[in-house]
């Protein structure tokens, strides 16, 4: 990674981090509100591959939990995983296919909170299970939803030039909307 | 040469894996929390004025929305509020001789009186920053006599326990998070006593260890026990009863309990100064 995509990509955690502490916590609906933080290792990997979507995951997490009463370095744990595991299993699939980034999104955004919740508990939070799961993954699935275009658009930007996943796609002639 | 991207890929996040679970260790390590709070406090004596600037840039355009689309609501509540202020205003007076009652009374049981604890009046600067638990930020910190283990008072009675302190700002941890439990009294001559256990956001509280025909009724007010080890002073609002049924063969009686204190209302609380007695 170049230090230009370095700076970018710290840029673009910053912003989201911002979004997420002061836009989207005020989101709440049913006591849940949206989470930024894990569209960003999805966005990354989708982008670039896993090695890249576990470091940015590994680094955005941490970032994340500077500022979240969690266990210091879970986020940063469970967003390396992550990042890794939407890199490692999308790297058959097409970027160009249409479903690719909603999906991944969608899925990785749930499975990413079932195993933070479940390692905070084992690491001895129990509260983190003892949450409403249907209204947080109902929440996460909308906001992954909506918000994997404009993340994603931003990580692209970020890691302009380390498109090692996309070599197969014409940087420029990536005008699609997912 | 593919292989060998594969397994260099596979080291960096065996290493970065590696890497989160040594600080997760060093966070939950009692003897080297303070490492990671250090971190965390540093972190954020940077990030909250980053923050705040975001917030007053942002906040102006939030509430021309939230104004133009509540109009309705903001008015009725304001009615509401207007009502409730005369109610207040001509129960003040007879509540002037129950406070004098209840002073003697705190004396002669020696017991802390909470207005004769120092404390630090504060405005929630962030609400439920994480989906798994129940916090607030306060805009108070270690540099103004904020510390870790003071209870926080609002509007009611309890609301929660500072659980981290930075140097201008706190992370309180409120009674509903699951990772809380108070020691409570009740009854005639606060002689009974249960465990109040938070059950997540958005979830009642319960009442444990209340045996089998301990007598209960719905409002019955539990107060903070104050004994020995206690984590808060004794005599803070905590909980009302709001339902209660000893399931057959159950060894206690199963109670849900609303807290005191109107959590939906955290503009403003007060850290009490109050170290627990060891």
Same mark, same amino acid.
């Given at each position: 990674? !170049?230090?230009?995509?370095?700076?970018?990509?710290?840029?673009?955690?910053?912003?989201?981090?911002?979004?997420?502490?002061?836009?989207?916590?005020?989101?709440?609906?049913?006591?849940?509100?949206?989470?930024?933080?894990?569209?960003?290792?999805?966005?990354?990997?989708?982008?670039?591959?896993?090695?890249?979507?576990?470091?940015?995951?590994?680094?955005?997490?941490?970032?994340?939990?500077?500022?979240?009463?969690?266990?210091?370095?879970?986020?940063?744990?469970?967003?390396?995983?992550?990042?890794?595991?939407?890199?490692?299993? !999308?790297?058959?699939?097409?970027?160009?296919?249409?479903?690719?980034?909603?999906?991944?999104?969608?899925?990785?955004?749930?499975?990413?909170?079932?195993?933070?919740?479940?390692?905070?508990?084992?690491?001895?939070?129990?509260?983190?299970?003892?949450?409403?799961?249907?209204?947080?993954?109902?929440?996460?699935?909308?906001?992954?939803?909506?918000?994997?275009?404009?993340?994603?658009?931003?990580?692209?930007?970020?890691?302009?030039?380390?498109?090692?996943?996309?070599?197969?796609?014409?940087?420029?002639?990536?005008?699609?909307?997912? | 040469?593919? +292989?060998?991207?594969?397994?260099?890929?596979?080291?960096?996040?065996?290493?970065?894996?590696?890497?989160?679970?040594?600080?997760?260790?060093?966070?939950?390590?009692?003897?080297?929390?303070?490492?990671?709070?250090?971190?965390?406090?540093?972190?954020?004596?940077?990030? #909250?004025?980053?923050?705040?600037?975001?917030?007053?840039?942002?906040?102006?355009?939030?509430?021309?929305?939230?104004?133009?689309?509540?109009?309705?609501?903001?008015?009725?509540?304001?009615? =509401?509020?207007?009502?409730?202020?005369?109610?207040?205003?001509?129960?003040?007076?007879?509540? #002037?001789?129950?406070?004098?009652?209840? +002073?003697?009374?705190?004396?002669?049981?020696?017991?802390?009186?909470?207005?004769?604890?120092?404390?630090?009046?504060? =405005?929630?600067?962030?609400?439920?920053?994480?989906?798994?638990? #129940?916090?607030?930020?306060?805009?108070?910190?270690?540099?103004?006599?904020?510390?870790?283990?003071?209870?926080?008072?609002?509007?009611?009675?309890?609301?929660?326990?500072?659980?981290?302190?930075?140097?201008?700002?706190?992370?309180?941890?409120?009674?509903?998070?699951?990772? #809380?439990?108070?020691?409570?009294?009740?009854?005639?001559?606060?002689?009974?006593?249960?465990?109040?256990?938070?059950?997540?956001?958005?979830?009642?509280?319960?009442?444990?260890?209340?045996?089998?025909?301990?007598?209960?009724?719905?409002?019955?007010?539990?107060?903070?026990?104050?004994?020995?080890?206690?984590?808060?002073?004794?005599?803070?609002?905590?909980?009302?009863?709001?339902?209660?049924?000893?399931?057959?063969?159950?060894?206690?009686?199963?109670?849900?309990?609303?807290?005191?204190?109107?959590?939906? =209302?955290?503009?403003?609380?007060?850290?009490?100064?109050?170290?627990?007695?060891?």
């Amino acid at each position: 990674m !170049t230090a230009r995509s370095v700076l970018r990509v710290a840029l673009v955690i910053f912003v989201v981090l911002m979004v997420q502490q002061t836009m989207m916590v005020a989101l709440r609906i049913g006591g849940v509100h949206p989470d930024l933080l894990w569209l960003l290792p999805i966005t990354a990997a989708l982008a670039d591959g896993p090695e890249t979507g576990g470091i940015i995951g590994f680094w955005a997490g941490l970032s994340f939990d500077l500022v979240l009463p969690t266990p210091f370095g879970l986020s940063a744990l469970v967003g390396c995983l992550l990042g890794y595991a939407v890199g490692a299993l !999308t790297t058959a699939v097409d970027p160009r296919t249409t479903w690719l980034k909603p999906v991944a999104a969608l899925t990785g955004s749930v499975a990413a909170d079932m195993l933070f919740a479940v390692l905070g508990a084992i690491l001895g939070q129990p509260q983190m299970v003892q949450i409403d799961f249907v209204a947080l993954f109902l929440m996460i699935s909308i906001s992954s939803l909506v918000f994997v275009l404009p993340v994603s658009r931003l990580m692209r930007w970020a890691l302009a030039g380390e498109n090692s996943r996309h070599s197969l796609v014409s940087a420029q002639a990536d005008g699609r909307l997912w | 040469m593919a +292989r060998s991207r594969r397994s260099r890929r596979t080291l960096t996040v065996i290493v970065l894996v590696v890497v989160s679970l040594s600080l997760i260790s060093l966070d939950l390590n009692g003897r080297t929390h303070s490492l990671t709070s250090g971190i965390k406090s540093v972190a954020n004596d940077i990030y #909250s004025p980053l923050r705040q600037g975001v917030v007053d840039i942002i906040s102006p355009i939030g509430n021309f929305f939230a104004g133009a689309f509540n109009y309705g609501a903001v008015q009725s509540e304001n009615q =509401q509020l207007q009502r409730e202020i005369g109610q207040l205003k001509a129960t003040q007076a007879e509540k #002037s001789f129950d406070e004098n009652q209840l +002073r003697l009374l705190t004396k002669l049981e020696n017991l802390p009186f909470l207005k004769s604890l120092p404390t630090v009046t504060a =405005q929630t600067v962030d609400q439920y920053t994480s989906n798994f638990t #129940s916090t607030i930020t306060l805009d108070k910190g270690r540099a103004d006599g904020v510390a870790v283990g003071y209870p926080v008072v609002g509007a009611g009675g309890l609301v929660g326990q500072v659980i981290q302190s930075f140097h201008h700002t706190c992370v309180v941890r409120l009674i509903t998070d699951g990772q #809380s439990k108070i020691g409570v009294v009740f009854g005639p001559s606060n002689k009974y006593t249960a465990i109040v256990d938070g059950q997540g956001p958005g979830n009642d509280l319960t009442a444990d260890l209340v045996p089998p025909g301990t007598p209960l009724r719905k409002g019955q007010h539990m107060f903070t026990s104050g004994l020995q080890a206690a984590a808060f002073p004794p005599g803070i609002p905590v909980a009302t009863v709001s339902t209660f049924h000893t399931p057959s063969g159950a060894s206690q009686i199963s109670i849900t309990v609303e807290p005191s204190a109107n959590l939906s =209302q955290l503009a403003y609380v007060d850290v009490v100064q109050w170290v627990p007695n060891t």
